[in-house]
């Protein structure tokens, strides 16, 4: 679907939404290229008949998928909730063009969704060691951090009572139960529309990091929104039930992570104990809900 014709779908579901039923438009950023092939066959089992009819019967919702297409990926989201809103869209998700998504994707998040969790997410890895989740939370403030205090009050990432809310660390284990996370990846999330209308725009930015040269490190745009939803009090919950991949030349997964990890621990156990103790004190884990 291009992304000219957000507004035509859903003002094809008044009829729906006149009998009480609502609506979610899915936003799929292709960063100028196309669709690699093992995201456009998840999305299509994502889409089948029998996973829409179970959306529609369980939960009330209709769905339609638009492609972004736009430069760059910060204005790319902005524009895509903005034209959400403008629809009249009850709930939107962002599903990125690079990675995977298992079948109930969709109906798993709407299970979980709330109006005390109007956030929800997957959990998808990072493409690079340590393959890591892109999940965890905020860390207390660096020595280091404390020199941009003042960028990152300009910039949105100071919270009201003093937080930090830039520097976070990846949760190293996990339990099969959602969790709340102070920083997720926009590449698989859902959230009800009314959560954007109690943030300032823009939702999503990129900033020079000072930490870096800035002219070639940037804070990446879904750091930004996750700064302002801790901000606002709106928490996030993450589900290990939706475990997604994330494509390059082999699939960054759970099973990557956790044997990279394993391995880690594994190299410092013929150091002595005393070196596992040590990184194992170091590990984050979340917060239940």
Same mark, same amino acid.
């Given at each position: 679907?291009s992304?000219q ?15 009480g039923?609502?609506? @979610?438009v899915i936003?799929q ?8 092939k ?5 999305? =299509?089992q994502?889409?089948?008949?029998n +996973?829409?009819i ?5 939960h ?8 972004l297409?736009?430069?760059p990926?910060?204005? +790319?989201?902005n524009?895509?909730v903005?034209?959400s809103?403008e629809?009249?869209?009850d709930?939107l ?7 995977t998504?298992?079948p109930?994707t969709?109906n798993?998040l709407?299970d #979980?969704?709330?109006?005390d969790h109007?956030?929800? $997410?997957?959990?998808?890895? #990072?493409?690079?060691?340590?393959f890591a989740p ?5 860390t207390q403030?660096?020595?280091? #951090?404390l020199?941009h205090?003042?960028?990152?009050d300009?910039?949105?990432f100071l919270?009201p009572d003093?937080r930090?809310l830039?520097?976070w660390r990846?949760? +190293? ?7 709340? $996370?102070?920083v997720?990846?926009a590449?698989?999330? =859902? $959230?009800?529309?009314?959560?954007f209308k109690?943030?300032q725009?823009?939702y999503?930015?990129?900033?020079p990091d ?6 070639h490190n ?5 750091m ?5 939803l801790?901000k $606002?009090?709106?928490?996030i919950v993450?589900?290990p039930?939706?475990?997604c991949?994330h494509l390059m030349?082999?699939e960054? +997964?759970?099973? =990557?992570?956790q044997?990279?990890?394993?391995a880690?621990?594994?190299? @410092? ?9 040590? =990184?194992?004190s170091?590990?984050?884990y979340?917060?239940?809900?």
């Amino acid at each position: 679907m291009s992304d000219q014709t957000i507004k035509e779908p859903v003002e094809k579901f008044s009829k729906a939404k006149a009998l009480g039923f609502k609506t @979610l438009v899915i936003g799929q950023p292709v960063a100028g290229r196309d669709i690699p092939k093992k995201t456009y066959l998840s999305m =299509l089992q994502i889409m089948s008949p029998n +996973n829409m009819i179970e959306l529609v019967e369980k939960h009330g919702v209709v769905s339609t998928i638009r492609v972004l297409s736009d430069f760059p990926i910060d204005y +790319n989201r902005n524009k895509f909730v903005d034209d959400s809103i403008e629809a009249g869209a009850d709930y939107l998700m962002f599903m990125d063009m690079d990675m995977t998504f298992p079948p109930d994707t969709l109906n798993i998040l709407f299970d #979980l969704i709330s109006d005390d969790h109007p956030v929800v $997410a997957g959990m998808y890895y #990072l493409k690079k060691e340590p393959f890591a989740p892109v999940i965890g939370d905020y860390t207390q403030w660096s020595d280091e #951090l404390l020199k941009h205090k003042d960028f990152l009050d300009k910039h949105g990432f100071l919270h009201p009572d003093g937080r930090q809310l830039l520097e976070w660390r990846h949760f +190293n284990g996990y339990k099969d139960k959602p969790f709340y $996370a102070d920083v997720i990846g926009a590449g698989c999330f =859902l $959230a009800k529309i009314e959560v954007f209308k109690k943030l300032q725009k823009p939702y999503f930015k990129y900033i020079p990091d000072p930490r870096k040269d800035p002219t070639h490190n940037k804070i990446s745009e879904d750091m930004y929104f996750c700064a302002q939803l801790k901000k $606002a009090g709106i928490p996030i919950v993450v589900t290990p039930q939706i475990q997604c991949g994330h494509l390059m030349e082999m699939e960054s +997964n759970r099973e =990557l992570w956790q044997n990279q990890r394993d391995a880690v621990l594994g190299a @410092l156990q013929k150091q002595g104990q005393d070196k596992v103790d040590e =990184l194992v004190s170091k590990f984050v884990y979340p917060r239940y809900v």
